[in-house]
């Protein structure tokens, strides 16, 4: 489902950009059950809301306005377009250092974590409760059941293959992203592959 | 101002996490801000037990090396706005903390929070000395058996040495039957021999794996034995006075020789 917003953190605060071609009274929807259920999403950091390419009426501006209201806590909020909010310079950004690969064979146990500036390899399971870092791009020929970070220091190019994807949590550069709570570990014993795609992470089928 | 408890043993396997994730569920049940903390760094369970592994970004360690701020470790549950949990890490030891950091921490939380609950980790090292540090009260958990109750015993003496008084005794994971046959250890023979007040009484209950496994404290679910147990402890930790449960299960039999009269 393509959601009418979405979130991204940068060094200065959240920002909150809305989807083009959605109407309002979804992104109104959507909006007041996000605050609902995550009230405390922008506790302590400022708050960019993006209009993006979008016309919005006074009145449809007042209500946003006071929607995200109902956000706890949140220290200051803007309205920026087209993301003239501030962001981290792209070109700062690189992705594995000398795009090295480290290759690892064997299993990662709850506790052990592992952490290279370059691609890793794992060729093997990774269990829930350890932690694979990486600047670049993770690839586990096993089960992957803990918690992975690609792209970490902000390489969005950065993705996440794994014959059984299952993590505990997904991280790719500044996005997180946890499994939905109702449904019971996917079942699907294909290889998937998780990736940024408009700002969201995204999971889709790999094929070999 | 709020009070800090930590849940301790001793011995490993006597239910520690669970009574952690149950107290503090049914206190913030009763509308308490609770704080828990989990202090088995390298081993944690807490967040498994309450079903809030998946949402950890900073851990314990992270707040106490300053790489992020105290609220951004705290997870708040799913199920109360005022029921906080913050994880250890699991790829760190002990050494991570020490006991004037935990003290610190401590401090800090009970400022904000009704109740600051540290889950203590098995044996009597570094991470037993920092779960301790700081708190005001010590609940130690024990099942009816020699060897938890000899560790209990010994940690009423270290919580002494530490200056931490009156530590109160639950008793986990009582099996009616075994004890009406004079197989279990029965609770006035150890308390007799522990000789500190008893906070209360769990049952064993299959319902704990169920919910361990789940995620979801018993605790929420007063039907179940366990989960009134638990609430009924939270209860007299907030100082209501209630009577300890009957270790009799109301089964159908039961109940038909009340109805005929034969107990």
Redesign the interface.
Known sequence: MKSAFSFEITAQGAVITFESGISFSIIQQELQQHTEEAK?FF??VDLYIDLADRKFSINQIDKIIEIVQNYKDVKNIYFARNHTSPKKPTSKIKGPQKRETVFIKRTIR????VKYPTNIVIMGDVN????IIATGDIVVIGNLRG?VHAGAGGYREAEVLALHLDP??LRIADL?S??P?DEKSSKKEVPEKAFIENNNIVVEEYNI | MGKAIVITSGKGGVGKTTATANLGTALAMRDRKVCLIDADI???NLDVVMGL?????YDIVDVVEENC?L??GMI?D?RFDDLFLLPAA??RDKSAVSPSQMKELIDELKEEMDYVIVDSPAGIEQGFKNAIAGVDKAIIVTTPEVSAVRDADRIIGLLEAEGVNDPQVVINRIVADMVNRGDMMNINDMIEILAIELLGIVPDDENIVVSTNKGEPVALNEETRAGKAFNNIARRIEGEDIPLMSLEEDSFFSKLKKMVGLS
């Open positions: 405390n506790s302590g709850s506790g052990q974590k829930p409760g350890s932690e918690v505990t949590q997180i946890r499994p709570e | 390298g081993l944690r592994e998946n949402r950890i970004v701020r609220e951004q708040r799913k699991q790829t």
